[in-house]
């Protein structure tokens, strides 16, 4: 019979562990702190530990670890980790933890990652936390702080193909926690692919029930719209771009539409958008809000034309997952001349990438190809002029420039209430003549205060 070495400082989950291993063929001992543990390890030799990394008394599990391994490298050591200690993971992986499993704690993955490990078949096909990149994607720090309980779950990544769960799917965790992580400079935790998925999908039935429940508030239906934005754009972004996204964003767009015609809240989402922390994607949407909104100046009726509008708002810089992230992220100052050719290749990216899917419609495709076109042919990548430009491209081109000048002074200054007055006085003394007259009045009457003329 194998032996284990439980160290846990917390007694009521030993009661619980015991119970997990019930029936495998070990023998248990526990320590509630590592003084106990090593006393034990020196009357008894085992062939596995399990430690939690949090221990209240004379050191951390960590400490064990090191302890352990520079005395025999090859006994097996299990780290519970839980999503607080996280960040001790990634230490702990280096001093040679041969297994993870994240608090609290799932049966099955516990027995079967203790199994493998002693050397015996497992129950269920045993899951290694080596994984193929390829199954997993960023999720920003930042969708997670509107929460509470963790939505998928939820893994760190150690270094390429190594990833560790240190949430399961509805564990609670708090601000706090994010806020340390977010101070030790991690921007990204990482989810399946897969879960993320269905993630989106269960936010995209929520914007739904929102849409139809009369009780809820407008400023928890503005915050979920945003949320679901920004979930639906890291879709788009991180994940396959596929058919089956492309319809979640359809849906998406019109829910947005059916919210907003219903209570004419532009105004309401658009400071939503500003007092929230702009974040990478918020200009597509900021995008795609002033499209709207200019359209309604113009008085289009049709709530297709609308929905296309929107949609090419939200999708026109698709074509920038296809940029390397250090020329996207860069100052456009100091852009080479090849970086800069590079990047303005994002049009035609963004073409050729919503072309391949059955659902996109045409309008969309060519927004995405023309939002960098103007009308004296000064802009690429084809330099076309006047009417050869759709009228979609030509309202994008407005909201495009105009939101990212927006987002730019926010995040210079948050707490500016005047950043889209500025953003519009700047977009004016750059494009005001590159623009087609009657969206640029359109786009005016937006900014009644500011107004030139
Ligand atoms: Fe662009």
């Known amino acids: 019979m194998k032996s284990v070495l439980i160290v846990e400082d917390e007694v009521g989950i030993h009661d619980v562990l015991e119970f997990y291993l019930e029936n495998l063929d070990v023998e248990i001992s526990f320590a509630e702190d590592i003084t106990t543990a090593k006393n034990k390890m020196g009357e008894h030799t085992f062939d596995l530990i399990l430690s939690d990394v949090h221990l209240k008394e004379d050191g951390n599990g960590i400490d064990l670890l090191k302890d352990v391994k520079s005395i025999n490298q090859d006994l097996p050591f299990i780290i519970m980790t839980s999503f607080i200690s996280a960040l001790d993971a990634k230490e702990a992986y280096r001093l040679g933890a041969d297994e993870f499993v994240a608090k609290p704690i799932n049966q099955d993955e516990l027995r079967n990652k203790l199994m493998h490990l002693l050397g015996s078949e497992s129950e269920d096909s045993y899951k290694q936390n080596e994984f193929d990149d390829d199954l997993f994607c960023e999720v920003p720090l930042k969708s997670f702080i509107s929460g509470k309980i963790a939505p998928f779950d939820i893994y760190i990544r150690i270094r390429n193909g190594k990833y560790i769960k240190v949430s399961n799917k509805g564990d609670n965790y708090n601000y706090e926690i994010l806020k340390k992580f977010e101070d030790k400079g991690v921007e990204f935790l990482h989810a399946l692919k897969k879960d993320f998925q269905d993630y989106t999908l269960m936010n995209l039935k929520i914007c739904k029930a929102l849409q139809d429940n009369k009780k809820i508030d407008d400023s928890k239906r503005m915050n979920f719209l945003v949320h679901s934005h920004n979930i639906i754009q890291e879709s788009v972004f991180k994940l396959n771009f596929d058919d089956r996204t492309m319809s979640y964003i359809n849906y998406y767009a019109k829910s947005v539409l059916n919210v907003l015609s219903k ?39 049709s709530d297709e034309r609308k929905t296309k509008l929107f949609l090419s708002g939200l999708l026109h810089d698709v074509g920038m997952k296809m940029i390397p992230e250090e020329i996207r992220e860069k100052n456009p100052l100091y852009l080479t001349i090849e970086e800069k050719e590079e990047l303005n290749e994002h049009p035609k990216h963004g073409m050729e990438i919503l072309s391949t899917l059955h659902n996109v419609p045409s309008e969309v ?14 802009g690429f990548p084809l330099k076309l002029k006047g009417h050869k430009i759709s009228p979609f491209s030509k309202i994008i081109y407005i909201t495009n420039h105009f939101s990212r000048y927006y987002l730019q002074g926010l995040k210079q200054d948050l707490a500016n209430a005047n950043a889209s007055a500025r953003a519009y006085h700047k977009f004016m003394d750059i494009h005001e003549n590159l623009c087609e007259k009657s969206h640029l009045e359109a786009f005016k009457k937006l900014f009644p205060g500011e107004s030139l003329d």
């Open 263 to 301: 209570s004419h809240s532009y105004l309401n989402l658009l400071d939503h958008l500003r007092l929230e922390c702009p974040d990478i994607y918020n200009y597509s949407l900021l995008s795609a809000i002033y499209a709207l909104a200019i359209s309604e100046k113009l008085e289009w009726e």
């Open 365 to 378: 495709i060519l927004a995405a190809y023309q939002h960098h076109e103007d009308v004296r042919g000064s």
